[in-house]
């Protein structure tokens, strides 16, 4: 906005002297007249609730049926979310991310660098995205592993038929019989993060529900928060054990999670570092790959 520079004031040995604090100038033009004149629209606070909360329920009616459920919002399911919901504007996608801040460990490059390494061909995906990297022959650098992640999440906010509930956990998974007896997985088992993280100290918490044929689950490798899905498969004995994530090897990490990537069980795909705690794939630390969709496309 328009202001008095402390560089009009008047200077002594180049500092300027007296009032050096920014002000608003008095009687600047604006588009719809003077500063001085203008005052905001007023407002009640209920239109500010009743914006807020129709969205959201109505969002959560039209979701509560998806095509596709992506469980966690890091790179792995953003990049997924992005090249799903371009391919196939028709679908239904959904988002269920348990942190409130979507991005997952994709803001710093590596040991808080900021930084981030990308292995080609992620050059493309930079390229379509509108991300500036450095060439490097066999990888690109991004200058901030936030400018990625940012520019990635804001488009995928932007498609029309995706929508991000952040700050809510997935719980549980649905599951049903097939004709010969198998599991299938048909949707997930949602809650709001912090009343998820309530359950030993507060009753009458249950959870809501989304219903959908593909569950892709991108929840990141064995910590806090990671591995959710592949850990429940393990517990309700659909699948036997997790073959756990080895130790950290560049040269071999991308190729085994991006060709990877597949369907689990009927209706579970599995992407991202959660793969590697089913196959016991290396970790591969900060090089990152963005390519867990295409590992979805083939699936
Ligand atoms: O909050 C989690 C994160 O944003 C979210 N998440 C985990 N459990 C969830 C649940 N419900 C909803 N039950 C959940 N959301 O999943 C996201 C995972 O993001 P991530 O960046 O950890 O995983 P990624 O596979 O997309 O990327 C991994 C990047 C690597 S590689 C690596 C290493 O080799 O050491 N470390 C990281 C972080």
């Avoid at 990297?133 to 038929?161: C, I, Q, R």
């Avoid at 019989?177 to 359950?199: F, K, P, Y």
Wanted: proline fraction near 4%.
């Amino acid at each position: 906005f328009n202001v008095v520079e402390p560089t009009s004031l008047p200077h002594k040995g180049g500092v300027p002297v007296g009032d050096t604090k920014l002000r608003v100038k008095e009687g600047v033009e604006t588009a719809d007249g003077k500063w001085k004149d203008f005052s905001f629209q007023s407002i009640r606070e209920s239109q500010v609730a009743r914006a807020m909360a129709r969205r959201y329920f109505s969002d959560l009616d039209t979701y509560a049926e998806s095509d596709i459920v992506i469980v966690g919002a890091g790179s792995c399911g953003l990049s997924t979310a992005y090249t799903l919901a371009k391919a196939r504007p028709d679908l239904k996608i959904a988002i269920i991310e348990a942190s409130v801040s979507p991005g997952g460990g994709a803001w710093l490059g590596g040991q808080l660098f900021s930084a981030m390494v990308m292995r080609k061909p992620a050059d493309k995906f930079l390229s379509e995205l509108g991300v500036p990297f450095e060439d490097e022959g066999s990888y690109v650098v991004v200058k901030h592993a936030a400018l990625f992640t940012s520019t990635l999440l804001s488009k995928v906010l932007a498609f029309p038929n995706i929508k991000l509930f952040n700050a809510t956990s997935v719980e549980d998974l649905i599951t049903r019989r097939d004709e010969s007896g198998g599991i299938r997985i048909a949707g997930v088992v949602t809650n709001w993060t912090l009343v998820a993280m309530h359950h030993d100290d507060q009753s009458c918490m249950d959870p809501s529900t989304i219903n959908a044929p593909v569950i892709i689950s991108t929840t990141g490798h064995d910590g806090p928060f990671g591995a959710f899905s592949v850990k429940r498969l393990v517990s309700m004995q659909v699948i036997e054990k997790l073959g756990g994530m080895r130790g950290l090897d560049m040269n071999t990490a991308e190729d085994a999670i991006v060709k990877g990537t597949r369907e689990i069980v009927p209706g579970l795909i599995v992407g991202g570092m959660e793969l590697s705690e089913v196959d016991g794939a290396n970790r591969m630390g900060p090089t990152f790959w963005r390519y867990g969709a295409l590992g979805c496309q083939g699936c």
